[in-house]
């Protein structure tokens, strides 16, 4: 029998494994002995972070229908996912057309249903899916809108679909400001500032790390007992 909260010889799947907390999940369940694969949009991308830790690279978009189905061709068997897709579209509603938000809820909302509705006969009746939310569930910030509506949707998806994919366990993380090269793109020069202001007003005094966001995704797959839950990885940020 598998020593508690081991992984070994389980399949993982990561869709968005190839930088930030997806990243760092992949490391982390190729550290406790899982098959892992990670998927990105670009294939090129997918290759070079898989030679990085051992794990196999695919190529696939969480919010096209027959790339997904293409990805899980090859995939007979999951016993654990973990959806990472998702990205930070800041903007005051009229600051642009409403339809280029929607990113925000096809890569995590709709995107992930289609692509539990596509995996569900693929995963192991004791297998896991981990969806992200986030902190701006409980704490909505203004020009964040769009990706607020998309975190609380995710949360509550896993709570549902804790329930349509039973036994199969459904849980979210939902992590707070998280030094992740996401933030790259947002403040560019100025992120290091910019997550030190941040990092002021969180109670622990500063942002999390990807690899501490990682470890409650492991949390996830690997207690058969959890189920329905959202996990805060946000130093208690939603508290104050």
């Given amino acids: ?3 508690p909260f081991s992984l070994t010889s389980k399949k993982v799947l990561v869709l968005g494994g190839t930088s930030g907390i997806g990243r760092a999940v992949a490391i982390g369940a190729r550290t406790l002995g899982a098959d892992v694969t990670i ?3 670009r294939h090129d991308r997918s290759v070079e972070v898989a030679a990085e830790i051992g ?18 061709v090859d995939t007979p068997h999951i016993d ?26 096809d890569d995590r909302v709709w995107g992930a249903a289609q692509f539990l509705e596509l995996a569900r006969s693929c995963l192991a ?30 949360e509550q998806l896993a709570r549902v679909m804790s329930l349509e994919l039973a036994p199969v366990r459904v849980n979210a993380v939902a992590p707070g400001w998280t030094d992740t090269p996401m933030w790259d793109a947002v403040f560019g020069d100025e ?13 622990v005094g500063r942002v999390a790390t990807a690899e501490e966001a990682a ?23 939603r508290h104050v």
Avoid at 55 to 72: E, G
Avoid at 137 to 145: L, M, V
Avoid at 191 to 203: F, G, H
Avoid at 217 to 235: C, K, P, Q, R, W
Wanted: glycine share 10%.
């Fill in 1 to 3: 029998m598998n020593p």
């Fill in 39 to 41: 998927v990105s949009r």
């Fill in 55 to 72: 794990a196999t690279a695919r190529a696939a978009d969480i919010t096209k229908t027959d790339s997904l189905r293409a990805l899980l």
């Fill in 80 to 105: 654990h996912i973990y959806i990472a897709a998702g990205s930070f579209i800041g903007g005051q509603l009229g600051s642009q057309p409403v339809n280029s938000f929607r990113a925000s809820l």
């Fill in 125 to 154: 009746k004791d297998g896991s899916v981990v969806l992200t939310g986030g902190v701006s569930t409980d704490r909505p910030a203004k020009e964040a809108w769009a990706t607020a509506v998309a975190t609380a949707a995710s």
């Fill in 191 to 203: 992120k290091a500032e910019s997550l030190a202001e941040v990092a002021a007003r969180i109670p």
């Fill in 215 to 237: 470890a409650a995704v492991l949390f996830l797959m690997t207690n058969g007992s959890v189920n329905g839950e959202v996990v805060h990885v946000d130093g208690g940020l």
